[in-house]
């Protein structure tokens, strides 16, 4: 109850969705999997190439390696930022007061979203650009790139806040800025989630770039082999999936329980167990003997999509069941308002007409004009931004036209009163009127 | 009214957005849409440049390949992030419009987003196989028909939303028909286009010029080369880009006038019209010095004599931005809705009833003489702040924008304020309406005279947080919407 108190309704938009929900649902799930993925492919291949270059301090085959992963890092984040145009317009469109709301009460971070992200992006640049300039400097060229995972670190805390904070309108009366909402139960293991997520698939990913037919691996590494490096993704694919398991895990128990239902339940554990299976194989890829080291690749591979999907799915489902009730309530203030809206609309409608209809002398009707026009600066007898009313009838006392001319394209003639606007959208009719008014002030 | 307001009290907000936007425009049109068909006309003169046992010029070709370098890390770096960034600052700074807009954008967008996929595929195919493609004259010349494909596409995307933008900016027919045909029909589309592109490509010249300054060698013959080809490049497209301009100029009076429902213009708009005469000629007779310097005396061009007109062009096409944002006031989207967020259509309830009573986050609904200040508070941040700030140091700020009518330094009259307000629309027409009723227009009064005696400034919700209005929190909505049904249901039972 207290809770509840504190929940505001607002109104939303009067606007249609331009398409049925459940096509703007889907479109909002898969581009965001596509989006999530080449982000996870950034931010996992940025730690993978700083932790193989300081690995590479003391054996060069580990800064070939960083280097090569560099390499992919500039072409993944250029597709990660392109494919997150489209969820976030499905997004803003399903639920505009929503996002609008979280993404306002934590303004600051979210818009210092677009500096350091560009920063980190510039970092990733100069870091692969530099590469054999800074030779003999590693520890500054380890640094640039540090600098960009602690950024690439830090961004997906903003965009987790701002997710959760949008389920939650009933924390929207208590949260002061984005430090406040970082802080809701929740958000920091999703966080440690995701991170797990982006070992993994940035795991499974060296895998398969170094699989590749046409990758001239013999020409690039001197002791490493094909297998070497798979292993190496392998072991990075391990350590992800057991992660993305045990914080998954806690999620679970500390999410809200506003939005959780049976099939949400389902869907998780679907996806965890999906994960276990991925987690399952690739342990045994990394124990076992090199020439099986393609035996489940495929197993491995389609396991984690698939958990994508469950991952995906559930976490729609828990949105939609955390705001669905309050959603009824937005709709039923909407439809509220618009009524009131309209009411008001015909009945000033009315009195128009009804004003319209009474009969007005030239006198009445010019003060209308003044009133409308003119008094924000002039009054009757004291100077206001203008000259008063009455120094204007005794300057233009028999000069009509002047005055008329003057209001229509007003010059510059007093050092303390700024420039008038010139009124040329007056009829000649009102023109008459508000002259008559203004000559015969007294 | 419906969203909680982020506000940058010293910035002003509406300057976020066009710190953002601005930058994006130099990046997309100078970087992009005009430097990529230069670029690949230049890769295309290496390639006849080159001697019969070579594919392509490498030297020459190198150096084209350095400017692209430059600009393929700046677009896909600050012009990626700041075209991302116009969302996210539009969606704190103005939510209600750019949610409006979305519902019914929604498709264009989308077709948008698709072009532009397109668009950054084809610039990492066109730049990571540079190299690899001058180890035969079939993929040199295949990378340079990439050139001119990813040419098209960035021109695509420009035109699209330059047809979004139009359509913002129609007055009238986004009550009639929401359709993005009225965005391409609308009377300043062809104007914008046939203003930009050109413009794009001039900008593209200059700035391929003042790269060619700094990675050519000096006295080079191939800088020579290159600084003459940017020449001849400007001197080709600026008859294009003066018709351009004056063609946009001669339209956007017009568009002014049917915005603004009462008047032809204002001073400001004046003032910036007037300037942007200056503006072209200035651009213009510039840029053409400039290559006729370059075509004439090629040796002598150094990265001085480019800078300066360098910063002009993008001047140029930055006071374009400006006036055509400013064409779009006291309006946000053309007779609907306001620059304050609200509809157009609201305003007879609002001005009835006030705009506390159905305002989502505000911390007064009824106004006393003790509360009087903090409901002006609630008031000005939902009908002033997008536009204007409260710190008196502030861009646009609140209590500079009185004293510039009743004096620098002059304690404000209250009674002055409150004759004006509800006028202001009439003689200065770029302002919205004043929304409220007569005790708001008090409240609002009181509170812009105390921020001018206390010098106090305003916190946005992304520190301030938001207070819930008491009349329309879930407790309460829902027992008037209970209440509503049963009304419903014993009229049902009646009948």
């Known amino acids: 109850m207290l809770l509840q108190i504190n929940t505001p309704v607002p109104k939303d938009l009067p606007l249609d969705l331009p398409l049925p929900e459940w096509l703007l649902v889907s479109l909002l799930v898969i581009s965001f999997l596509l989006h999530i993925i080449f982000i996870n492919l950034m931010v996992g291949g940025s730690i993978i190439t700083l932790w193989a270059q300081i690995k590479g301090l003391k054996n060069k085959e580990y800064d070939v390696f960083a280097h090569e992963i560099a390499k992919t890092i500039t072409v993944n984040k250029s597709i990660a930022v392109v494919m997150g145009v489209a969820p976030l317009l499905s997004i803003n469109t399903l639920y505009t007061i929503y996002f609008y709301s979280a993404n306002a009460l934590t303004g600051f971070a979210w818009i210092m979203i677009i500096p350091l992200v560009t920063i980190a992006f510039l970092l990733t640049y100069l870091h692969k650009y530099t590469w054999s300039t800074f030779e003999h400097n590693r520890k500054l060229h380890i640094g640039i790139m540090g600098l960009a995972v602690a950024i690439f670190l830090f961004i997906p805390l903003i965009f987790l806040t701002n997710v959760n904070l949008m389920m939650f309108p009933e924390k929207w009366g208590t949260v002061k800025g984005f430090l406040s909402a970082l802080m809701l139960p929740n958000v920091f293991p999703r966080y440690f989630e995701f991170l797990g997520a982006c070992l993994a698939i940035t795991g499974i990913f060296i895998v398969w770039y170094n699989g590749r037919k046409s990758y001239p691996i013999e020409e690039i590494y001197t002791n490493f082999t094909r297998n070497t490096i798979k292993k190496i993704g392998y072991s990075i694919a391990t350590v992800g999936l057991s992660l993305q398991i045990i914080f998954g895990v806690i999620v679970l128990f500390t999410l809200p329980s506003k939005g959780i239902s049976y099939a949400v339940i389902a869907v998780m554990t679907g996806a965890g167990l999906l994960l276990a299976y991925a987690l399952w194989y690739s342990y045994k890829t990394v124990v076992s003997e090199g020439k099986f080291i393609d035996l489940h690749f495929k197993k491995i591979t389609i396991a984690v999509l698939c958990f994508l999907f469950f991952y995906g799915g559930s976490r729609q489902m828990y949105r939609h069941n955390s705001l669905e009730k309050h959603q009824e309530l937005v709709a039923a203030h909407t439809a509220e308002f618009q009524k009131l809206s309209k009411e008001a609309r015909e009945q000033s409608l009315v009195l128009q007409q009804q004003e319209a209809a009474t009969p007005k002398t030239d006198a009445d009707l010019g003060k209308g004009v003044f009133n409308q026009y003119c008094a924000a600066c002039h009054k009757k007898d004291v100077k206001l931004v203008g000259p008063p009313v009455t120094e204007m009838a005794s300057i233009y006392q028999s000069n009509k036209a002047d005055l008329q001319k003057w209001i229509k394209a007003p010059g510059k003639k007093r050092a303390d009163a700024p420039q008038m606007p010139g009124f040329p959208q007056l009829s000649q009719t009102e023109l008459e009127q508000l002259s008559e008014y203004i000559l015969n002030i007294n | ?495």
């Open chain 2, 1 to 495: 009214m419906d969203f909680p307001m982020f506000h940058l009290d010293w910035l002003n907000d509406r300057f976020l957005i066009a710190v953002i936007a601005i930058l994006h425009v130099f990046i997309n049109h100078g970087l992009a849409v005009g430097f990529i068909p230069y670029i690949t006309w230049l890769e295309q003169k290496g390639v006849s440049m080159a001697s019969a046992n070579q594919i392509t010029n490498l030297e020459w070709d190198n150096l084209v390949y350095k400017k692209m370098k430059v600009a393929f890390i700046i677009t896909t770096t600050i012009g990626a992030m700041t075209g991302v960034g116009i969302w996210f600052s539009v969606a704190l700074v103005s939510p209600a419009s750019i949610g409006s807009l979305i519902r019914v954008f929604y498709w264009a967008w989308f077709i948008e987003w698709l072009v532009f996929v397109t668009e950054v595929v084809l610039i990492l195919i066109y730049f990571l196989t540079w190299k690899n493609s001058n180890t035969s004259l079939k993929a040199k010349l295949r990378h340079i028909n990439f050139g001119w494909y990813l040419s098209i596409f960035s021109w695509i995307t420009m035109a699209i939303i330059v047809a979004i933008l139009g359509f913002m900016m129609d007055p009238g027919n986004w009550n009639n028909e929401q359709t993005l045909l009225n965005g391409f029909t609308n009377p300043i589309y062809l104007p914008q286009l046939l203003f930009r592109t050109p413009t794009a490509m001039l900008v593209a010249g200059v700035f391929g010029m003042l790269l060619t300054t700094i990675f050519a060698k000096r006295g080079t013959e191939m800088r020579a080369k290159a600084i003459k080809f940017a020449g001849q490049w400007i001197l080709a497209w600026i008859p294009l880009v003066i018709i351009g301009a004056i063609y946009y100029w001669n339209v956007m009076p017009s568009a002014m006038k049917e915005n603004m429902a009462t008047a032809i213009g204002s001073q400001d708009f004046a003032e910036y019209y007037n300037l942007l005469k200056y503006f072209i000629i200035g651009a213009a007779s510039l840029s053409v010095v400039l290559a006729g310097f370059a075509l004439l005396k090629p040796k002598k061009i150094n990265f001085a004599y480019v800078i300066v007109p360098c910063l002009f062009v993008f001047g140029f096409l930055g006071i374009f931005e400006r006036v055509r944002e400013f064409i779009r006031k006291p309006y946000v989207i053309g007779n609907y809705m306001y620059s304050n967020l609200l509809r157009e259509e609201d305003y007879p309830l609002y001005k009835r009833d006030g705009i506390l009573k159905y305002a989502t986050y505000t911390s007064v609904t009824e106004i006393t003489e003790e509360n009087k200040v903090q409901a002006g508070k609630d008031v000005f941040m939902n009908l002033c702040s997008r536009c204007h700030t409260v710190n008196p140091q502030g861009v646009n700020s609140i209590v500079y924008v009185f004293e510039r009518m009743y004096g620098i330094g002059q304690p404000l009259d209250e009674g002055s304020m409150k004759a004006y307000i509800p006028n202001m629309h009439n003689g200065r027409t770029y302002m919205p309406p004043y929304a409220g009723n007569e005790q708001e227009l008090d409240a609002l009064v009181a509170y812009i005279k105390q921020i001018q005696q206390t010098g106090e400034s305003l916190e946005g919700v992304q520190t301030a947080g938001v207070e819930v209005n008491p009349l329309n929190n879930a407790v309460e909505v829902s027992k008037r919407n209970e209440a509503k049904k049963i009304e419903n249901d014993t009229k049902i039972a009646k009948n």
